[in-house]
């Protein structure tokens, strides 16, 4: 159970983000300031707000300790403050003037790094409050950064869509392309994943982006040979781009915030859905959880900060959401998990996950399958299962009958999911129009003439067309 217990609306403008310390909650805005409550009664402190930036306040976070907040503007600088009374202890400006747009401390509170619009990324010292590296990305604004609970890197996402690892040293470890619309905002789960090979650290990080989904990826760190960044799953819920993203301090739940003006909380073990909360009237743009207790604050285009409490009990009363807003074929395994429990068959869900069942496994299953490979050995389980499967593949018919043409990829003949427009100005799912390169002489799969160039250009308006109506489909 959850409910709101406050709506803070002491801003001007658009809420841009908010953060917890262990006693207060700071908030800014596009008003150029930041805010501070007190956590015992969501009053305003005596010296809020802070008034510093002479653009719009992007982005704020306390140090792990909670004595410094550190807020980065529109006009390049991260400003550095005293929590405790307001005081400004140092103003650190960007060394390309470029808006800073995310600051990040480190968990040992000895560095704090902000990134710009111009993909710049600098590493500042807190003690000194001097520049102690600085480094660039190649593409795109840099807009979300998460330090790893270890503290021996950090991780950056751009509005080109690439999440960058760097080390302490600001050496750029890995680039991955996550998100194809842009990133939004990354956040680290603060407790190890159990279960990891002894020498050997597991951590979940989230990103979100343009592209409407939460992405999770699990990163271990091995104490001599560096570590290895995998993409686990997708969580699904949201029907627009989704602005925020940000771990419980246990682990156990993770919220995000959306341009379809809805908070969903997740379960992080099972990716059930908890709660979706609907309460704000514009864009949500950020979230975030308290240390020490069970509060959420979610900020939005609407001007207000609005504070949730949850009952202790709440993971235990997840409740199993509604079918995945996409086709079966292209469900996660956690997709999978859901609906294995919606359908009464959760004492199957350790099986497939340990079988990496995704949606287009489920489809292939057959009698022969479950009972050899997945080892269920009641007949009648394997019957009720091949049941269910046969109404999704049922669905799956159904739906596919009624896919407009147009969203339709000419190679695959399946509905496109990253569509691409070629030379021959047709629109081709990405993956399929590559392969078609490589393998069929470069010729147009339409006209079979030569193609004039090789560039494939992202068609973002048909792919948003595409989610308008999947989303459409699955509330009907």
Known sequence: MVKLIHTLADHDDDVNCCAFSSSLLATCSLDKTIRLYSLSDFTEVPYSPLKFHTYAVH?????????????????????????????????????????????????????????ASDGTVVLWNTQSYKLHRCASVKDGSLVACAFSPPGNLFVTGS??????????????????????LGITCCDFSSQPVPGGEEGLQFFQLASCGQDCQIKIWVISFIHILGFELKYKSTLTGHCAPVLACAFSHDGQMLVSGSVDKSVIVYDTNTENILHTLTQHTRYVT???FAPNILLLATGSMDKTVKIWQFEKETLCQAKIPDQPKQFTENWSEGDVSNWLCAEGLEDLVDIFKMNNIDGRELLNLTKESLADDLKIES?????????????????????????????????????????????????????????????????????????????????RTLKMAINRWLSETHQK
């Open 379 to 459: 007949l009648g389980l394997r019957s009720k299962v091949l049941r269910k499967i046969e109404e999704l593949r049922t669905k799956v018919k159904t739906l596919s009958s009624e896919i407009p043409d147009e969203f339709i990829c000419p190679i695959t003949r399946e509905l496109m999911k990253d569509p691409v427009i070629a030379s021959d100005g047709y629109s081709y799912e990405k993956e399929a129009m590559e392969n078609w390169i490589s393998k069929k002489k470069r010729t147009s799969p339409m006209t079979n003439l030569v193609l004039s160039s090789m560039i494939l250009t992202p068609n």
């Open 286 to 288: 950020t979230c975030a």
């Open 59 to 115: 982005c704020c976070c306390f140090s792990p300790s909670g004595h410094i907040l550190a807020s980065c503007s529109t006009d390049g600088t991260t400003v550095l403050w005293d929590a405790q009374n307001g005081q400004i202890l140092a103003v650190m400006e960007q060394p390309s003037g470029s808006p800073v747009r995310v600051c990040r401390f480190s968990p040992d509170s000895t560095c704090l790094v902000s990134g």
């Open 159 to 180: 509005s080109c869509g690439d999440l960058t690892v760097w080390d302490d040293k600001m050496r750029c470890l890995h680039n991955e392309k996550a998100h194809d």
